[in-house]
């Protein structure tokens, strides 16, 4: 009896523990910046995210305070850049480093207009729904 109550508890702990870990994903807004200026034109699901391929700065994913009448930039997380070439369709690793920031310039300099700039979260509490940049 007092194995069965025990592997009884085990379980039911086990799954209140699965359960809470999976709350956690995607709980914080995110938004990549370019300097102070955040890339994507309006934080919906219709939003476009575009740079010229002249754009200077320092690149970053940063959490976001939205409200319905500004977005305002937090803190900066890490993350990882990927290029997606325009004409295959390819998705290659900008560089196997994270960044807080990278020389928008250097990434730019890697890409041709046409292509992605990807960007990934390394930590799944962060949401990116714009995580696409198209090169111009």
């Not at 508890?9 to 200026?37: E, I, M, P, R, Y």
């Not at 002249?54 to 409200?67: A, I, M, N, R």
């Not at 930039?73 to 890490?78: M, Y």
């Not at 960007?119 to 995580?131: G, K, M, S």
Request: hydrophobic share 40%.
């Amino acid at each position: 009896m007092k194995k069965t109550l025990w592997l009884t508890f085990a379980v039911a702990l086990s799954a209140v523990s699965t359960v809470s870990f999976g709350q956690n994903a995607f709980q914080h807004c995110t938004a990549a910046f370019v300097g102070n200026k955040m890339v994507v034109d309006q934080y919906t699901t219709t939003g476009k995210s575009v740079l010229p391929s002249t754009t200077t700065g320092e690149l970053s994913v940063q959490t976001v305070d939205l409200s319905p009448t500004s977005t305002k930039a937090l803190d900066k997380i890490a993350f990882k850049v990927a290029i997606r070439d325009k004409d295959t369709k390819t998705l290659v690793m900008f560089s196997r480093d994270e960044y807080k920031q990278v020389s928008v310039q250097n990434v730019l300099a890697k890409c041709r207009k046409g292509d992605h700039i990807v960007l990934l979260t390394i930590d799944n509490q962060y949401a990116l729904p714009h995580n696409e940049i198209l090169v111009q």
